[in-house]
């Protein structure tokens, strides 16, 4: 069996064409299961047998990308499945200056990419596999935590900007780590690119530019996608990056599929609100995700949420969401 029944739905859903049914698609959080290569590959196929999603994102700990730099992190139990952070290795600004790319081959960047592997021989070309990539913001976030981050963008430029090029390489080194394996696409979270964070100068110079040198480096990839995240976000910058979807919390922003679509040339990941998907019953989620199919004309859409199915989501409302748009 191959993927061509999931991949001419997502071309048509892609060109703007009506699909026989329009594609639908959860991610989430596994926490625990995050850390091991074999747990986490298991969890992600029992979650694409259960509900033969049309794409399927691989989702690690938001740490993995850093822990070889020497972050350390804990789950506590949000619902989220996120981590909290215990270290941070970036103290001061010189800290960023002394940063080296990693070696995707080893640590933990290597027991992502064995989950990849492992979920890529399982599914074969049944269905799209998308690798998780946080931006290098996100990724310097993790490293040095917000306030410090920007305070040393701000203040320590030409310090902050080593890290930046050193965060940048070791992202590229496991990507084409990844290609390797047979990924479809990348799932690029970008967190930063809102206010008051930033100001949309200073997204332009410290985060665009890398976000583009990664995106670039993927085009040979048929299916990469942005999630956009948060509220107060700065969507007409993000809605020019050269990607197939774009993810975003349309039920949040106050920017609609209908209105993200007359940005984006590309198809819009999203319709539903985690936290109504989240609720005790379905009713809410499928009236939102009736209504975000009228928005779109069952065009241009991959019907989701705008964010990470909580680990705690009931299980009819993840069954109702995958059932409503037929087999």
Known sequence: MTNWIKRKRLEATL???????????????????????PALAAAHLKWQQDYDWDVLKVGPASSYSVVDWGVKDRWVGHIEGTREYTHRPIQQAADWAALRPLDPNHGMLATQLETLRQVKTAVGDTVPVLATIFAPLSQAKH????????THLRHQPELFRQGQETIVESTLRFIEAA?????????????????????????EEWGRPFDLQILNAVQDLWLNMVHLHSTDVMFDLVA??????????????GIT????????????????????????????????????????????????????????????????LRESVGR
């Open 179 to 203: 290609k390797k394996i047979g990924i479809d696409g990348i799932f690029y979270a970008i967190q930063h690119a809102r206010y008051p964070l930033l100001s949309r100068a200073e997204y």
């Open 15 to 37: 060109s703007g064409a009506a699909p026989d049914r329009v594609p639908v698609a959860l991610w989430r959080h596994w926490p625990g299961d995050d850390q091991d290569a």
């Open 240 to 253: 020019a990056y050269p990607v197939q979807l774009l993810n975003w919390h349309d039920r949040e922003t």
């Open 143 to 150: 490293l040095a935590d917000n306030e410090p981050m920007i």
């Open 257 to 320: 599929l209908g209105d993200g679509l007359q940005q984006f040339s590309g198809a819009a990941s999203g319709g539903i609100d985690h936290w109504t998907l989240h609720q005790e019953s379905p009713e809410n989620m499928l009236a939102e995700a009736k209504d975000a199919l009228r928005q779109v004309n069952g065009r241009r859409l991959l019907l989701g949420t705008g964010c990470v199915a909580m680990t705690t989501t009931p299980l009819r409302n993840i069954r109702a």
